[in-house]
Every structure is written in C-alpha cells, then in structure tokens.
C-alpha cells in the first residue's frame, strides 16, 4: 500500500492529492482506454493529476490500492461478476467507462436474438468459449458512482471529469441533445442532406462528434434528459426513413434499451 498521498500544487499552489486510479476490462474492443493512451499531447497533464497503478493496456506493474477505478466494457460472464465484485470492494469511486459499462454497448445487441445457441455458433463456430451470457451493464451488478459515456469515450470529457474527481468538484454531465452542439458548431443538418440522425434525443458533450464528420448520431451516449423519442420517430417517418432504420440506431449501444424494445415489438408484428 501507498504510505501517503503524492501531493501536487495547483497553479495558485493549492495542494491537492493525487488519487490512484486503475483501469480494467470486461468484455470490451479496450478502444474507450485506447483513447487515454493515445491522448499524446495532453497525456503528461493527465498523469501529473493522478497515480495510475493498474492499466494492462499501457504497463506492466499493477497493484490494488486504486481509489478510482474505471472499468470498460459490459459484463457478458460469470468470472467477470466475481471480477467486478472485487473491483468494488477496493475502489473508492467506481466509474462505468465507455457506453459497454454504462449500457451493454454494442455487446447487448446479441441479446436481441431469441436463440444464444445460435448467435454461439455464429460467433465461435466449433470453438465455443465455455460461458457466455447475455450482456448487461455494469450497474446490473454493483453500485457505479459515475458514468462516463460513449462509445468511445471522448478524451477531453475524461480528463476534464478526472481533473474535477481529483479536486473535488462536482462532475456534472450535460442534460442537453448533441444537436445544441451540432448547431453551435455550423453544421449542415443531416436530415438536410438525406441521412437520419438521432442527435434531437441523444445526450450532448462529445461536441457532435459524428455530424461534424458528416455521419449521424447513433446515440452512443444514451438519451438526453427529457429525450422525445416519440417526436425523433414522427421525424424520421416525415423524412422518409423507416422504422427498422430507427430501430437500428436506438438499439445499436444499449442506452435507448426500452425505447428499442418498444419499438421492435411494433416492427416485428
Ligand atoms: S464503449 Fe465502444 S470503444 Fe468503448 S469498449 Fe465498448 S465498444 Fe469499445
Ligand atoms: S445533424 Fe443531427 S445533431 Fe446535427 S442538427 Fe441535425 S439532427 Fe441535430
Ligand atoms: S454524435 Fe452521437 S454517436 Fe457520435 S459520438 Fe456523439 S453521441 Fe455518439
């Protein structure tokens, strides 16, 4: 164990204590942790805030004296319940990190199919791995402290969420759809140019990461507050898309779970 905190001054030379944080994987493609490692240009201020001590992707060492613990991906076997478990029990502030541990992600769309023997056999063909379960988000299993959306997660919200987790400031996500975003950064809608998005109903804060690229919203992170689903579904019929593309999009990441499910019962009839 660490015998005391590492301190470090802020720019007004106020101590503050450098948290140890830790990241792990459940079942996951790692690209939400991807995005820390690759933060070249700003990775230096990120670490001088914290004390990473568990990080498999990017070292060697690991230890469990973490008080933060980010944990991706969704968890889809028994040894990963037991895993997170003990996770929990040693982290301090447990954070689902990416749309895979707040939602399932785009692991729970094998959960759609009424068949798992058959998705197995898709998937592994004659190498089926021993479990495989349904897969769910990690709050289905322990208490989480805080989310930390997308798929992935977008570099900058992480570090401007870690940098008020290690000075104690309140972590306050936004409440407003990516199209305020969208609209803040001039973009062209996509509904303008015939293609379907779902950045009206879509939780904001990656900056209308995808529109800005010309490609529109899935909902990778899960609904804005008040999101009218009802109305995006008016939308998308006044321009021509069908139900089943819209109920590809609100099923794709999990965070529109019951909206997709509502929905699916009315295509499939
Ligand atoms: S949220 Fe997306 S990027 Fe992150 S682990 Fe899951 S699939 Fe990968
Ligand atoms: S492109 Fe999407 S996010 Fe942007 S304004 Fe149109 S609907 Fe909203
Ligand atoms: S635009 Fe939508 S799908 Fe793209 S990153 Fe933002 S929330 Fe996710």
New binding site residues.
Partial sequence: MQSAPNIVRTYLGVPIARPNVAFFELSSCEGCQLQIVNNESTLLDFLSLVNVVAFREAMTEKADNYDIAFVEGSVTRSDEIERLAAIRKNAKVLVAFGSCACFGGVNQLKNRFSDPAWVKQQVYGDHPIETNDAARPIRDFVTVDLMIY??PVKKEEVEKIVTNLVIGKSVVHPKYP?CMECKANENTCLFDLGEPC??PI??GG?D????NNRFG?????GPAEDANVEQMKAIMKERGFSEETMLDRLECFGGFAQHADALRKIVLR
């Fill in positions: 997308g798929c990516v779902l950045g879509t939780r990656c209308s990461w995808c529109p919203c899935w909902g990778c992170r």
